[in-house]
């Protein structure tokens, strides 16, 4: 967040807290509950270790995949207890020890043998599960012997999910000199364009950046492309990134060339993978009955009409101190609520794509980093991002597809860890929740609410969400008055990467 943004928001906590009383007790009121939930969560760890016409074909796949895996995967397992035993080049296993990875996880140990023999893999495991590094090190091990520029382009759906997958191939290729780069839209296109004159091994991209580069900067071209990787696959795969994805496709060679799709969720509708041009792929696919991690305990609260912020509130206060994603459907309403938070005094920041490339990664940072305990996003922050401390994820709203809710909620409970997530379910959404407990397989249980708790917070909380509105309405039309709504939506359409949300 931009120190203007900083100072604003700041300027509604003290011109607006100061003059009300009732939202100054509110504060105190939040913060003494605070104290002692913060009390109740120290000694007893209350965290215990799990419009989409794909849904029905994702359980299926997955209820498949694992019937089929499950078996191989428990001997993978036993024979691959470590890296060493992967045949890889020493650098690789000096870079996993760094990296303090022991052991090979289930994908990893699934994916990475036939990776290895030169097989095109589809990859479908659960968030969280080490799927990165399970396309990464087969990638890297190739690289060793033959190390010629443009040789791998990883694709991801967003620029944030690009340049984590960047440090990762950096962090695994540094001992062996792996040179990577990230074009991601929003940035500089020159800067981008003098990266890849430096003729890097590793190219890690969000679709509509890349074709740019690809019609636009002379001398680049990925002719001799050895290794195509569609992470996210199947959003890469779905109506809204078809078009550029295609055209990129036309571009890149097939003979040659091997290519890996990994997910969490994955389409098995054949002629969908088709377009990616995989040759005789071997499915690698670990998962337990449900798509979703053991340790992620998922809880649902049934909340009345016009109720909904209060319910958040209740929630914020209740797991203070804990680290916590709350995912919207709307930019508007991820402003909102992370404006909503810092005037009731929850350190919150928001993510979603009206912000500038700065703006976001100045938010994911703060996050990151512990300097905001909340981050409230759309769901430009719902796939791949691996921030290990996030303890609770709370979906605002519930999400219009069933994919997107299994990737939100594995923001959380990561590589073992675990993890809590709570979707606040109105009225309209009892048929989104129905369709989410279908591909889960199970019925979400109630969270316990203490509604007098909820009661006692309703009107200060409406009270602070109607002066939010009023300041955020009073910076669109100063905003709008400055000329900068038209000014910021030519430079957002000029900076836009075509692809995203
Ligand atoms: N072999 C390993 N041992 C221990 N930790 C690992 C291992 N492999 C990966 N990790 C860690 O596990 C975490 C999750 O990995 P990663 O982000 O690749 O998951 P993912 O399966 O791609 O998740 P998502 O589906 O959400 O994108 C990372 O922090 C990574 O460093």
Same mark, same amino acid.
């Given at each position: ?179 990577? $780069? ?23 991209? $969000? ?22 990787? @569609? ?18 496709? /036309? ?116 996050? /990151?980093?512990?300097? %905001? ?72 249980? /109630? ?7 909820? @009661? ?33 939506? @030519? ?9 995203? %949300?």
């Amino acid at each position: 967040m931009t120190a203007e943004k900083k100072a604003r928001i700041g300027a509604v906590k003290k011109n607006k807290i100061g003059k009300s009383n009732e939202l100054s007790s509110l504060a105190a009121k939040i913060k003494a509950k605070a104290l002692e939930n913060q009390k109740k969560l120290e000694n007893s760890e209350e965290l215990s270790s799990g419009s989409d016409d794909d849904d029905e074909e994702v359980v299926r796949d997955l209820q498949k995949g694992a019937k089929d895996t499950r078996e191989d995967t428990k001997d993978e397992e036993e024979v691959l207890e470590s890296f060493a035993d992967l045949n890889v080049v020493p650098e690789l296993l000096e870079a996993c020890r760094n990296l303090n990875f022991t052991k090979p996880t289930p994908i990893q140990a699934k994916a990475i043998p036939p990776a290895l023999e030169g097989k095109d893999i589809i990859g479908l495991a659960q968030t969280g599960s080490g799927k990165t590094a399970a396309f990464a090190i087969p990638i890297l091990n190739k690289l060793w012997h033959d190390q010629s520029p443009y040789y791998a382009c990883i694709l991801a759906p967003t620029r944030e999910l690009a340049q984590q997958i960047k440090e990762t191939f950096d962090s695994l290729g540094a001992v062996m000199g792996a040179r990577t $780069t990230c074009i991601v839209g929003g940035m500089n296109m020159m800067d981008q364009a003098r990266d890849l004159m430096r003729k890097p091994h590793i190219i890690i991209a $969000t679709p509509g950046r890349l074709m740019d580069h690809l019609e636009n900067t002379k001398g680049f071209s990925l002719r001799k492309l050895k290794f195509l990787v @569609m992470d996210e696959a199947d959003r890469l795969l779905d109506m809204e990134f078809g078009p550029v994805l295609d055209r990129i496709l /036309k571009i890149l060679p097939t003979q040659g060339r091997t290519t890996y799709l990994f997910s969490a969720t994955m389409t098995s509708k054949i002629e969908k993978l088709q377009r990616a041009s995989l040759t005789d792929p071997v499915k690698c696919a670990v998962s337990n009955k449900y798509q979703t991690v053991d340790t992620l305990v998922q809880t649902l609260m049934v909340v009345p009409g016009g109720l909904k912020n209060t319910y958040l509130i209740y929630l914020l206060n209740e797991f203070v101190g804990k680290t916590i994603i709350v995912f919207t459907r709307t930019k508007a309403n991820a402003e909102r609520i992370s404006a909503l938070c810092n005037l009731l005094e929850f350190s919150a920041t928001a993510l979603h794509g009206d912000l500038n490339q700065n703006q976001r990664t100045g938010a994911l940072d703060l996050f /990151k980093a512990g300097r %905001r305990s909340i981050l409230v996003a759309t769901d430009v922050a719902a796939r791949g991002l691996d921030i290990p401390s996030v303890d609770i994820v709370i979906n605002y709203d519930i999400p219009v597809d069933s994919k997107s809710y299994i990737h939100r909620v594995g923001r959380t409970a990561r590589a073992g860890r675990s993890g809590k997530s709570i979707s606040l379910v109105s009225q309209y959404d009892l048929e989104l929740i129905l369709r989410i407990e279908e591909v889960l397989g199970k019925k979400l249980p /109630k969270e316990n609410v203490d509604k007098d708790m909820i @009661m006692s917070l309703r009107n200060s909380v409406d009270k602070a969400n109607g002066e939010v509105i009023m300041e955020l309405n009073r910076r669109n039309k100063e905003k709008a008055a400055r000329g900068g709504g038209r000014r910021a939506r @030519m430079a957002a359409k000029m900076d836009m990467d075509k692809e995203e %949300r």
